[in-house]
Nanobody, 117 residues
Framework: VQLVESGGGLVQPGGSLRLSCAAS????????MSWYRQAPGKERELVAI????????NYAESVKGRFTISRDNAKNTVYLQMNSLKPGDTAVYYC???????????WGQGTQVTVSS
């Protein structure tokens, strides 16, 4: 089982990044997928979540209107489009997969996002 995040990096305030998380080793289309982030000295927080078929999404208040989560079940990949980035968005971003029936849960290794001028 693998979840591999990519797309992080250094961006100026107001810029955009698109994170990707490629999944393998499990039935991706049956898993609820989420993006979490953890900033230095802070707890990990849920950023966005998408249902298994992609029909429903939800966001943390701090990112609503700026971030968009999406998935492509044919490519076993979940995305996080991040626009209008702020320094407060600086964190390591992790993707998470959770099977709603049996409770299986998998995490990626994280990708660093730094928003700074």
């Amino acid at each position: 089982v693998q979840l591999v995040e990519s797309g992080g990096g250094l961006v100026q305030p107001g810029g955009s990044l698109r994170l990707s998380c490629a999944a393998s080793g499990f039935t991706f289309s049956s898993y609820i997928m989420s993006w979490y982030r953890q900033a230095p000295g802070k707890e990990r927080e849920l950023v966005a979540i998408i249902t298994s078929a992609g029909g429903s999404t939800n966001y943390a208040e701090s990112v609503k209107g700026r971030f968009t989560i999406s998935r492509d079940n044919a490519k076993n990949t979940v995305y996080l489009q991040m626009n209008s980035l702020k320094p407060g968005d600086t964190a390591v971003y992790y993707c998470d997969g959770r099977q709603p029936i049996n409770g299986y849960n998998y995490w990626g290794q994280g990708t660093q996002v730094t928003v700074s001028s």
